[in-house]
């Protein structure tokens, strides 16, 4: 046993909760709340759970792959002493995006994003999107499948997919990416600083609906989208020396 409180979280795969019944008989089960340290057992998608559920709490939450994708996981190994890889464990703070949605029937609705806020059309014809920067018009038309906003932890996910640029963790910058544009032709998305606020306002909408979702937190038939770096909320996350998070970011810069 250790001094540590752990709270083991995991998804609902056999093999995610195997690795839950292993860690717990060995280190003992603490209430989230209560803990020192969460310790996800999964892949990116449920960390990003886990970040969404448990964030209030202001733990830090060390990941361990036991999914398919795990770009935010450390690798899980047997033999290991846990308190000792997480003793020598690097932080990596998270900032996330705050998004306001309003609905055509006048409702808001706010969630975080700690990879992307995306805008996406609802039907077959494209959405028309006026975006604006720190209340000024920068592109006053843009016709599109859908346009993000990424966090640099996030470059690497549907922004990078989309083609958009991979951001180093400490660059304080936010990623604007055009999904499959039309017009502008030749634009292909912009660098933002990370205390830009960002609103989108959906032209046409009755016409072209469009969806607006943070990580999975979705609403549907948006008219405008207002996107701001969250100012109170901040989650800490713990990486193995030699795969953190800063290191796994460069070198997706570099692959081929």
């Not at 180093?168 to 660098?191: E, M, Y």
């Not at 109170?232 to 990486?239: D, K, W």
Request: hydrophobic share 40%; glycine share 6%; aromatic share 6%.
């Amino acid at each position: 046993m250790t001094d540590k409180r752990y709270a083991f979280v995991a998804s609902r795969t056999a093999e995610a909760q195997a690795l839950c019944e292993l860690l717990v008989a060995r280190y003992g089960q603490a209430p989230v709340e209560e803990c020192d340290v969460i310790v996800a057992l999964g892949g990116d998608g449920f960390m990003l759970q886990t970040l969404h559920r448990h964030g209030r709490h202001h733990r830090p939450v060390y990941g361990m792959k036991a999914g398919t994708v795990g770009f935010l996981m450390n690798q899980y190994r047997e033999d290991d002493d846990l308190p000792a890889r997480l003793a020598a464990s690097h932080p990596a703070i998270l900032k996330p995006l705050e998004m306001t949605a309003t609905s055509e029937a006048g409702s808001s609705v706010t969630a975080l994003a700690y990879n992307e806020v995306s805008l996406l059309r609802q039907t077959k014809q494209a959405a028309k999107i006026r975006i604006f920067l720190n209340g000024s018009v920068r592109l006053d038309e843009l016709v599109c499948d859908g346009v993000l906003l990424s966090t640099a932890a996030g470059s690497t996910a549907y922004n990078l997919s989309a083609h958009g640029p991979i951001l180093p963790l400490d660059a304080a910058v936010l990623a604007l990416t055009p999904i499959s544009p039309f017009r502008p032709r030749r634009w292909r998305g912009a660098i933002l600083r990370d205390d830009t606020e960002v609103r989108f306002e959906i032209l046409d909408h009755y016409k072209r609906p469009v969806s607006a979702t943070a990580d999975s937190s979705e609403v549907r038939d948006v008219v405008e989208i207002v996107v701001r770096q969250s100012r109170e909320q901040t989650v800490t996350l713990l990486f193995d020396p030699e795969h953190n998070l800063e290191e796994r970011i460069l070198k997706e810069q570099f692959a081929v």
